[in-house]
């Protein structure tokens, strides 16, 4: 498995194909989430297929982005249709909720 915090200081955004709107939707929701749990407002979270450069999830500090591999999504759930803002909805997936928690709390101890 890859570093999945990447301190590189030149980083550049992961390269994905063309995101499906659910991958953006789901981006977005867990973006609006993450201030809570990492204690910071800068944060952007990326979830699509593939992200997480070689693990299931990375923080790159000087993108102030968190990416999390959308494979570890349940096949039976549907990107667009999460509502990660409900406690319940999270348990839907908690596998991909784990490790963006996993990593907002890289995100917090490191400014």
């Not at 499906?20 to 407002?41: H, K, M, Y």
């Not at 409900?86 to 917090?108: C, K, N, Q, T």
Request: hydrophobic share 40%; with cysteine; glycine share 8%.
């Amino acid at each position: 498995m890859r570093q999945h915090l990447l301190h590189d200081p030149d980083a550049k955004p992961a390269a994905v194909e063309q995101i499906e709107a659910g991958w953006l939707r789901l981006s977005a929701a867990l973006t609006r989430e993450i201030a809570g749990l990492a204690d910071r407002d800068d944060l952007i979270v990326q979830v699509v297929p593939g992200a997480g450069r070689g693990s299931p999830g990375c923080f790159v500090p000087a993108l102030a982005t968190i990416e999390v591999d959308g494979n570890l999504l349940p096949t039976a759930v549907d990107p667009a249709r999460t509502r990660p803002r409900r406690l319940s909805d999270r348990e839907r997936y908690p596998v991909l909720w784990g490790v963006l928690s996993h990593e907002a709390g890289h995100a917090r101890h490191t400014r």
